[in-house]
Nanobody, 127 residues
């Protein structure tokens, strides 16, 4: 099993930054191949935001966050981060950390690829 606990959400103004953190623990954590961040707003599907491939360190992003968001991993601390800069109101959502025991680069954004999910943290961008 793997446990994921997100933190770092909050209310910020447009143009500001936030860093989300995800603490990873559990007996199966050593077998993970992918760690990702998703987000969801009420009434819409959960969408992939960014993905970190553990085996090769590659990262992947949805188009509308490229250049603004950065996903990173601290293996020593078992942490995954999402640095979000130049935030926009449309980035407002509940953000979820997800972990997968398999990884396909072409499907990194698919919720079905992930075995474990955190409880989510609210991010609100508003002036």
């Amino acid at each position: 099993q793997v446990q994921l606990v997100e933190s770092g959400g909050g209310l910020v103004q447009p143009g500001e930054s936030l860093r989300l953190s995800c603490a990873v623990s559990g007996s199966s954590a050593q077998f993970l191949y992918a760690m990702s961040w998703f987000r969801q707003v009420p009434g819409k599907d959960r969408e992939g935001v960014a993905c970190f491939s553990i085996s090769d360190g590659m990262s992947y992003y949805r188009d509308n966050v490229k250049g603004r968001f950065t996903i990173s991993r601290d293996s020593a601390k078992n942490m995954i981060y999402l640095q979000m800069d130049s935030l926009k109101p449309e980035d407002s959502a509940v953000y979820f950390c997800a972990a997968g025991l398999n990884f396909w680069a072409t499907n990194w954004w698919a919720t079905q690829m992930y075995n474990y999910w955190g409880q989510g943290t609210q991010v609100t961008i508003s002036s």
